[in-house]
């Protein structure tokens, strides 16, 4: 059974920093191309990043480019989102993805990240 | 990167049929076949059901069709049930390996 698993999601002033993780299960980590996607409250979905097989590739939606990243840990089975400079319109839960055939097979069950003073 | 337009609702009764649409433009779902389409129930993580315009994952039932033409992808539910009440959207490879989803569709089963 395919299983992605995210944390690190929290309260957070604007300007300040956090890291997600995602840990997965169930599938073959490494030759799968992993995302990050999120949904402000009551809003629609939206993509933020994507990473290759290799770590390679990275591609981030134009929103959030220069402020974050993302990496993953093979070792670890794992992927991160590394997320600085945030804003209150960062605000949403943020959700990993194993991505396939250009679309998100398989999703977490989401952690929230607020950015409020 | 341009949200693709679809109808904020759709409604239909038991057994009959929705279509909802996806409209974007030649740089996404006029470009190229990958579109896929999300069922979200409130409080719950996405589900894929459709990928590649119209290729169904393992376990979807085959009452969930897709289809595109054009600019414009749509997403069919045939023998509508209540179970299928959800929220609907559908999302497009766009230019330079990005994504961009729809606005979203209500599904009402009356």
């Known amino acids: 059974e395919v299983q992605l698993v995210e944390s690190g999601g929290g309260l957070v002033q604007p300007g300040g ?23 402000a409250p009551g809003k629609g979905l939206e993509w933020v990043a994507n990473i290759n097989q290799r770590g390679s590739e990275i591609y981030l939606v134009d929103s959030v480019e220069g402020r974050f990243t993302i990496s993953r840990d093979d070792a670890k089975r794992s992927v991160y989102l590394y997320m600085n400079s945030l804003r209150a319109e960062d605000t949403a839960v943020y959700y990993c993805a194993r991505a ?6 398989d999703w977490g069950q989401g952690t929230l990240v607020t950015v409020s003073s | 990167q341009s949200a693709l337009t679809q109808p904020p609702s759709a409604s239909g009764s038991p057994g009959q049929s929705v279509t909802i649409s996806c409209t974007g433009t030649g740089s996404d779902v006029g470009g190229h ?12 993580a996405p589900k894929l059901m459709i990928y590649e315009v119209s290729k169904r994952p393992s376990g979807v039932p085959d009452r ?47």
């Open chain 1, 17 to 39: 920093s956090l890291r997600l993780s995602c840990e997965v299960g169930g599938f073959t980590f490494s030759s799968h191309w992993m995302s990050w996607l999120r949904q």
């Open chain 2, 64 to 110: 969930f069709s897709g289809s595109k033409s054009g600019n414009t992808a749509s997403l069919t539910v045939s023998g509508l049930q209540a179970e299928d009440e959800a929220d609907y959207y559908c999302s497009s490879l766009a230019g330079g390996n990005k994504y961009v989803f729809g606005t979203g569709t209500k599904v009402t089963v009356l």
């Open chain 2, 33 to 44: 076949y990958h579109v896929s389409w999300y069922q979200q129930f409130p409080g719950k």
């Open chain 1, 100 to 105: 396939q055939y250009a679309s998100f097979q």
